[in-house]
């Protein structure tokens, strides 16, 4: 298994620009979610989704949107990218609904906006 | 505000038990106490998580004090490869949100 994947490793963009994050996994996991971290701090969920079809927001959602259309894949679109979008993004995933099992987080972006 | 907090950095020696303090002052009844790492920014990895019980696994032990208001993650006996980031983490009561504090680096020393 490649576990949870996620590209492009690093990106750039401008302000104003539109981008897609892309994050795979291959373990037939139902919950896929989104992290940003910024320097010196904790993650902080952005979107996640219990399965295909269904998506709810985190605690920081704004700026983001994101669909689930198969189980493997959940990617995250900055629509009109900011200097405040700059971060780390991790997503994750696990199996089962009632979240009492281990997560498992991909390799991570850093995207910094200018 | 933060759901957990925990102190900036501490350090240990190689060998010894490394324990790591959070304050989780306001969980409520069904919120679970997780612990992750991340070494150099990978990507979080897990380590151990709680309700009410202690518990170990092969890598940790989780002491939850009674009335759950915090918790201290302890590594046995530190290594070298322990030297990372630290985190506590409520887990929502749905269990599809983590809210992770700011965490602990840890440094163990030779």
């Known amino acids: 298994n490649a576990g949870v994947t996620q590209t492009p490793k690093f990106q750039v963009l401008k302000t104003g620009q539109s981008m897609t994050l892309q994050c795979a996994q291959d373990m037939n996991h139902e919950y896929m979610s989104w992290y940003r971290q910024d320097p010196g701090m904790g993650l902080r969920l952005i979107h996640y989704?219990?399965?295909?079809?269904?998506?709810d927001q985190g605690e920081v959602p704004n700026g983001y949107n994101v669909s689930r259309s198969t189980t493997e894949d959940f990617p995250l679109r900055l629509l009109s990218a900011a200097p405040s979008q700059t971060s780390v993004y991790f997503c994750?995933?696990?199996?089962?609904?009632?979240?009492?099992?281990?997560?498992?987080f991909g390799p991570g972006t850093r995207l910094t906006v200018l | 505000d933060a759901k957990t907090t925990q102190p900036p950095s501490m350090d240990c020696a190689e060998g010894r038990a490394a324990n790591l303090p959070c304050n989780h002052s306001t969980i409520s009844g069904n919120e679970y106490v997780y612990w992750y790492r991340q070494i150099h920014s990978q990507g979080p990895q897990y380590i151990i998580h709680?309700?009410?019980n202690n518990e170990t696994n092969e890598m940790a032990s989780l002491i939850i004090t009674e009335d759950r208001k915090s918790s201290t993650l302890i590594l046995p006996h530190a290594t070298l490869r322990d030297t990372a980031v630290y985190y506590c983490?409520?887990?929502?009561?749905?269990?599809?949100?983590?809210?992770f504090g700011t965490g602990t680096s840890l440094t163990v020393i030779p």
């Open positions: 994750a995933s696990r199996t089962g609904y009632n979240g009492y099992n281990e997560q498992f």
């Open positions: 989704s219990v399965g295909a079809g269904i998506t």
């Open positions: 983490i409520v887990r929502s009561n749905t269990g599809n949100q983590f809210y």
């Open positions: 709680g309700l009410k």
